[in-house]
């Protein structure tokens, strides 16, 4: 299997820029638990959680970001606010399991030999089946975006994890004719808004499941405010 988050290394083809450092201290975890600094811009911080998440659908936490969950704050830059209490038992759930455990619910979750217990790409969810059109159009679209899946990856783009590499990009890339807010609705709303609901309801559902559900649970509370925020927005 690839290194942890490299499901998401769609390359620019003119060249990731700073965006692409920005990136790298994701998923090595340096960036990536910053959810609750108060000063946390909100553009870096919408961009840092679509980091965390890509590397935690890809790969369960390296040494490095478990790591850093010990020691992440747990509470939300405002108190009582939308995302607190999933990030807080997100954060516990982590501290109260050792990284063993963890890894081996990821592989029981997500890998083994045949059909795994949850699909982690977005055609499954789209059209019930793996390749089909929505990868197709996935592609179209990352063409146009000058996005494409670097050769050592062998996993297709519509893994949620690239999905989610694809959206972080599109937020903190350096290229603003590309990395906007108009180019965020329209891959969010074309290739992950029908998506993230359903692969998280079947992670809530797995009996094995306990960091894994708390993954999803912050994940389906943090798309659903961007679901909202994307729905305001007039462009």
Not at 123 to 138: I, R
């Amino acid at each position: 299997m690839s290194e942890p988050g490299q499901v998401g290394d769609l390359r620019a083809a003119a060249g990731a820029g700073e965006g692409a450092a920005s990136s790298d201290r994701v998923r090595s975890g340096e960036a990536a638990l910053t959810l609750a600094s108060a000063d946390a811009a909100e553009e870096l911080a919408r961009a840092e959680v679509y980091g965390l998440l890509s590397h935690l659908f890809y790969a369960p936490p390296d040494e490095a970001l478990y790591a850093q969950f010990q020691v992440a704050v747990t509470e939300a830059p405002v108190r009582g606010a939308f995302l607190e209490s999933s990030w807080t038992e997100l954060v516990g759930v982590a501290r109260r399991l050792d990284l063993d455990r963890v890894r081996g619910e990821f592989d029981a979750l997500f890998q083994g030999i045949g059909k795994p217990e949850v699909f982690l790409y977005g055609s499954f969810y789209l059209a019930g089946k793996l390749n089909e059109k929505p990868l197709v159009e996935l592609r179209d679209h990352l063409r146009t975006l000058g996005l494409e899946r670097a050769e050592s990856i062998g996993e297709t783009e519509d893994h949620i994890a690239s999905l989610c590499e694809v959206m972080r990009y599109l937020i903190a890339g350096d290229d603003v004719g590309v990395s906007n807010l108009a180019a965020q609705k329209r891959f969010f709303d074309a290739h992950v808004r029908g998506v993230v609901d359903p692969l998280c309801e079947a992670i809530q559902a797995q009996p094995q499941a306990e960091f894994y559900r708390a993954v999803a649970a912050f994940a389906r509370d943090f798309f659903a405010v961007e679901k909202q925020a994307f729905d305001l927005l007039d462009v």
